[in-house]
T-cell receptor, first 113, second 114 residues
Framework: KAGVTQTPRYLIKTRGQQVTLSCSPI?????VSWYQQTPGQGLQFLFE???????NKGNFPGRFSGRQFSNSRSEMNVSTLELGDSALYLC????????????FGQGTRLTVV | QKEVEQDPGPLSVPEGAIVSLNCTYS??????FMWYRQYSRKGPELLMY????GNKEDGRFTAQVDKSSKYISLFIRDSQPSDSATYLC??????????????FGTGTQLKVEL
């Protein structure tokens, strides 16, 4: 069974630009969550989507948004990039029930210059 | 105070040693407890998960949860150089509105030396 696939693996963007990251969950998994990982803050929850609906949101500004498609694939968008947005962005997939364990992709490393 | 506290290390042990990694937490609503291993520049890999209190063993790994003390542990027996990685504890409770949200510790960096 294929794992969680994130594309692209690496991105370099300029301040003020926007970026879209993609995540394909494990087949049959309906929940997709996004996390930001930085050396200073560790892994922080961004949001979770289930059946194309955002079910939970973390404490991030509105510049961070996402969506989920009918095939459970998800995209995350960051607008008006800031230097502090440089991080590893991780997508996690789970079956979709509450309190489920999550399986992570390899992440997209975003560098903002 | 963070919801989940984890000693960042680094922790250095000789090959073959028993490693003990720990996390404490403050949110009594946490019910699922997970340990992830993360190699440099890779995504976290799920090692073990337990529901509520108790022990779970899988090969060289044992996870323990003590909900009364709000304390979880991961033990690695016969540690190998390939175990050198960052170990993250994660916990899950049902947030308002349902769904799945993990709260992570900061991770403990482990190095197993030959």
């Amino acid at each position: 069974k294929a794992g969680v696939t994130q594309t692209p693996r690496y991105l370099i963007k300029t301040r003020g630009q926007q970026v879209t990251l993609s995540c394909s969950p494990i087949s049959g998994h309906r929940s997709v969550s996004w996390y930001q990982q930085t050396p200073g803050q560790g892994l922080q929850f961004l949001f979770e989507y289930f059946s194309e609906t955002q079910r939970n949101k973390g404490n991030f500004p509105g510049r961070f948004s996402g969506r989920q498609f009918s095939n459970s694939r998800s995209e995350m968008n960051v607008s008006t990039l800031e230097l502090g947005d440089s991080a590893l962005y991780l997508c996690a997939s789970s079956l979709g029930g509450t309190l489920g364990v999550a399986f992570f992709g390899q992440g997209t490393r975003l560098t903002v210059v | 105070q963070k919801e989940v506290e984890q000693d960042p290390g680094p922790l250095s042990v000789p090959e073959g040693a028993i490693v003990s990694l720990n996390c404490t937490y403050s949110n009594s609503a946490f019910q699922y407890f997970m340990w992830y291993r993360q190699y440099s520049r890779k995504g976290p890999e799920l090692l073990m998960y337990t529901y509520s209190s108790g022990n779970k063993e899988d090969g060289r790994f044992t996870a323990q949860v003590d909900k009364s003390s709000k304390y979880i542990s991961l033990f690695i027996r016969d540690s190998q150089p390939s175990d050198s990685a960052t170990y993250l504890c994660a916990m899950s409770a049902t947030p308002t509105g349902g769904g799945n949200k993990l709260t992570f510790g900061t991770g403990t960096q482990l190095k197993v030396e030959l």
